[in-house]
C-alpha cells in the first residue's frame, strides 16, 4: 500500500512537472513575441518623432515665408516651392528609411 501511495505521488510529481514544462514553453514564446513587439513599436516612435521634427520644420519654414516681407504674390509663389522642396525631400526621406 504504501509503495502504491509512493508510485501515485512520483505520477502527480511527474503530471506536475510535465505541465510547469509546457507553461514554461509558452511563457518563453510569449516574451519573444513581446521582445519582438516591442521592437517594432520602439522603431514606429523613432519614426512618429521622425514625422514630427519633419512638420515642426514645415511649420517653421512657413512662418518664416509668411513674415517675409515680400510681395503677396512673391511670398505665395515662395511659400508654393518651399512646400515642393520639403514633399520632395520628404520622400527623400521616406525612400533612404525604406
Known amino acids: 500500500?504504501?509503495?502504491?501511495?509512493?508510485?501515485?505521488?512520483?505520477?502527480?510529481?511527474?503530471?506536475?512537472?510535465?505541465?510547469l514544462v509546457e507553461q514554461h514553453s509558452q511563457l518563453r514564446l510569449q516574451r519573444d513575441e513581446l521582445v519582438a513587439k516591442n521592437s517594432l513599436l520602439n522603431k514606429e516612435i523613432l519614426d512618429l518623432k521622425g514625422q514630427v521634427a519633419n512638420f515642426q520644420n514645415q511649420d517653421k519654414i512657413t512662418k518664416i515665408v509668411t513674415n517675409t516681407t515680400v510681395e503677396k504674390e512673391e511670398s505665395t509663389e515662395l511659400k508654393h516651392k518651399l512646400n515642393e522642396y520639403i514633399r520632395e525631400i520628404d520622400k527623400c526621406i521616406a525612400h533612404l528609411s525604406e
Open 1 to 19: 500500500m504504501a509503495e502504491l501511495s509512493l508510485f501515485e505521488r512520483l505520477e502527480n510529481l511527474e503530471t506536475q512537472l510535465k505541465k
